[in-house]
């Protein structure tokens, strides 16, 4: 038996049945996929073949280096169906590489990047019947690294557990076409020269009180500055950028996540659209025409771009006591990006850039 398939305790977590699941009103979460798969490596760093087991919940010791000094990174990916109901992923090679980047820095054994392509290609494979109909949804894929072995020192894991599963979703920012953020002047996400750019699971869960306070607020998410206050850093969950005069400002930092939806749509913009791109640090002030920037008023269109969120378009953006307005309809530019964006992913486009796999 796999060292995964020892560590699943399969059968403890009932797959929702397809005949409960209604393709037009899923949501993000709640549903249980059949399969789980995933590979193990020991102390040399080596993972064993992949497995593709029944779903279960995860038997991993009370001094797992995971649940104790948070030594664990994640990965977001889709599965989505073509018109044509081809199965295709997105850049799963960007993915995997990411995910060793962020091993590296948190000693955990780096999944080669062939073993991670059939792992997730396998786990969607498997659940195939669970990726939703053309237009429906996607199914997103959750590959997750963590240091399972026991350890009371903060010290690394001897054991590397692989693990990749999966769940329909439809939209993240649900029922909002346009969605409403607040910049935040209280809370940073990340530290100068931290981890703020590695996927880590403990990235997030600082980021749960003031996004909590900011949806209690009315607004749909939150925009972190950097660690002066005067650059756009990233919301908890997706990067930002806006359109101003035809240009692309992309906001970039060494303390956020380098999201592989950010740089399809840079590359998108450049090849397809032929826009001008400005891939760096961006001013708060220019994205809202304060400052050096009061002449030319705020952008255009302003968005987030992620995995699970897409191209999110921003209708308002609150800051010290002020909203600043985008528009109540999604821009052009936000509208092209996307349509090029999902039709590459779908197969509804031609791929010039070699990012799509056909799972079947
Ligand atoms: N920033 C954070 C903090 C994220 O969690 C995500 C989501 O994955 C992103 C940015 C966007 O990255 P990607 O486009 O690779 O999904
Ligand atoms: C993704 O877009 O893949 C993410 O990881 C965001 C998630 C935290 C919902």
Same mark, same amino acid.
């Given at each position: 038996?796999?060292? *995964?398939?020892? #560590? ?19 949501? *993000? ?11 193990? &490596? ?31 990174? *994640?990965?977001? #990916? ?10 295709? #992923? ?8 990411? #995910? ?35 237009? /429906? ?39 909002? &076409? ?12 990340? &530290?100068? /020269? ?121 209708? /308002? ?44």
């Amino acid at each position: 038996m796999s060292r *995964f398939k020892a #560590m699943v305790l399969s059968g403890t977590l009932t797959p929702t049945p397809l005949s409960a699941i209604n393709w037009d009103t899923i949501g *993000f979460g709640g549903i249980v996929t059949p399969f789980v798969g995933g590979s193990v &490596a020991l102390s040399d760093g080596i993972f064993e073949p992949v497995s593709v087991v029944p779903n279960g919940t995860i038997a991993v010791p009370p001094l797992a280096c995971c649940l104790n000094y948070g030594q664990e990174l *994640f990965e977001g #990916m889709k599965a989505q169906r073509g018109p044509d109901g081809k199965i295709r #992923m997105f850049r799963i090679e960007a993915n995997a590489q990411r #995910m060793a980047k962020g091993a590296a820095r948190f000693m955990l054994s780096p999944p080669p990047q062939e073993l991670y392509r059939q792992a997730v290609i396998a786990t969607v494979k498997a659940n195939a019947d669970y990726v939703p109909p053309y237009g /429906k949804g996607s199914l997103y894929v959750r590959p997750i690294l963590a240091g399972v072995g026991m350890t009371l020192s903060p010290v690394p894991s001897d054991t590397t557990l692989f693990l990749v599963t999966c769940i329909p979703v439809g939209l993240h920012y649900k029922g909002s &076409a346009m969605i409403n953020v607040k910049v935040e002047t209280e809370f940073q996400r990340a &530290a100068a /020269k931290g981890t703020g750019w590695v996927k880590a699971a403990g990235n997030y869960a600082p980021c749960f009180l003031p996004s909590y306070e900011a949806k209690h607020q009315g607004y749909d998410d939150l925009l972190f500055l950097n660690q002066t206050g005067s650059h756009v850093e990233e919301v908890g969950t997706a990067n930002f950028a806006v359109v101003k005069n035809g240009v692309l400002y992309a906001a970039d930092s060494p303390s956020i996540l380098p999201g592989i939806t950010r740089d399809s749509v840079m590359r998108i913009a450049r090849e397809i659209l032929h826009m001008d791109v400005v891939f760096g640090p961006l001013e708060l002030d220019r994205v809202l025409g304060l400052g050096a920037y009061a002449h030319e008023g705020p952008a255009d269109e302003a968005f987030f771009t992620g995995t699970a969120a897409v191209i999110s378009p921003i209708s /308002k953006i609150h800051y010290r006591g002020k909203d600043y307005t985008f528009g109540d309809t999604p821009g052009p530019f936000a509208t092209q990006l996307r349509d090029q964006l999902v039709g590459i992913q779908t197969g509804r486009y031609p791929d010039p850039f070699g990012w799509v796999a056909e799972v079947d």
